[in-house]
C-alpha cells in the first residue's frame, strides 16, 4: 500500500483511454449496441484500476454524456450505468489508498514540495502545448476545411461521421484534465504533479 500512489503505468492509461473512446463512439453513434458499452465499461475499469488519477477519464465523458443528454432530452441509461459502474467498483480501493496515503503524508513536506496551485496547470499547458502549435494549427485547419467541404459537397453524410458538439465537449473535457486534477489534489489534499 505505501507505494502502491507511486506506480505511474501512464501510458497503459492513456491506451486505456483511447480505447474507451473508441467503444464509447461506438456505442452512442450505433444507438447503443450492448457490446461497445460492455467493452467501454470495462476498458474504464481497467484504466481506474491502474492508476487513482484515471478517475479523471470519467469527467470528458461524463460532460459529453450530459451534452448527449440535454440535447436528445433524455436520460440514456444504459451509457451512464457503463459509466458509473467502474467507478463504484473502484471506490473502496480509491478510499483505501486515500486512507493510506494521509497516513503516511502526516508529518511530511511532501504535499508542501508539490502544492496543487494553479501556475502548475499553466506550467504543464506550456510545456505540452507549445512545441506542438504549429501541428495542433494544421490539425484546427484542416478540420475546419473539413467541416466546410464536407457540408457544401455531400449531403448525404451522415451525422455519424461529422464532429458533432458532444465530440467538441468531449475533446474540451480531456484538454481540461490538468485542471480537474488540480481541483481533485486541493479536495483531497494530495500533492499536484505537473
Same mark, same amino acid.
Given at each position: ?8 503505468? $501512464?501510458?497503459?492509461?492513456?491506451? /486505456? ?26 476498458? $474504464? ?6 492508476? /487513482? ?29 457503463? $459509466?458509473?459502474?467502474?467507478? $463504484?467498483? /473502484? ?42 502549435? +504549429?501541428?495542433?494549427?494544421? +490539425?484546427?485547419? /484542416?478540420? +475546419? ?50
Amino acid at each position: 500500500y505505501y507505494y502502491a500512489y507511486e506506480a505511474r503505468p $501512464l501510458i497503459l492509461v492513456a491506451a /486505456c483511454a483511447a480505447v474507451a473512446l473508441l467503444c464509447w463512439d461506438n456505442a452512442v453513434g450505433l444507438r447503443c449496441n450492448a457490446r461497445w458499452l460492455v467493452g467501454f465499461s470495462v476498458v $474504464l475499469f481497467a484504466a481506474l484500476m491502474l492508476h /487513482c488519477y484515471a478517475i479523471l477519464l470519467v469527467i470528458p465523458f461524463g460532460l459529453a454524456e450530459l451534452v448527449r443528454t440535454f440535447r436528445d432530452r433524455r436520460v440514456n441509461w444504459a451509457v451512464w450505468s457503463a $459509466l458509473v459502474l467502474p467507478i $463504484l467498483l /473502484c471506490l473502496p480501493l480509491y478510499i483505501s489508498l486515500a486512507r493510506i496515503f494521509s497516513t503516511f503524508a502526516k508529518g511530511t513536506d511532501f504535499v508542501s514540495v508539490f502544492p496543487p496551485v494553479w501556475p502548475r496547470v499553466l506550467n504543464f499547458y506550456a510545456f505540452l502545448i507549445l512545441p506542438c502549435s +504549429a501541428v495542433i494549427l494544421v +490539425a484546427l485547419a /484542416c478540420l +475546419a476545411f473539413d467541416w466546410r467541404y464536407t457540408e457544401r459537397t455531400s449531403p448525404f453524410v451522415s451525422s455519424y461521421s461529422r464532429f458533432t458538439v458532444q465530440d467538441f465537449v468531449l475533446t474540451l473535457g480531456f484538454l481540461s484534465l490538468p485542471a480537474f486534477g488540480l481541483l481533485t489534489a486541493q479536495v483531497v489534499h494530495s500533492p499536484y504533479f505537473s
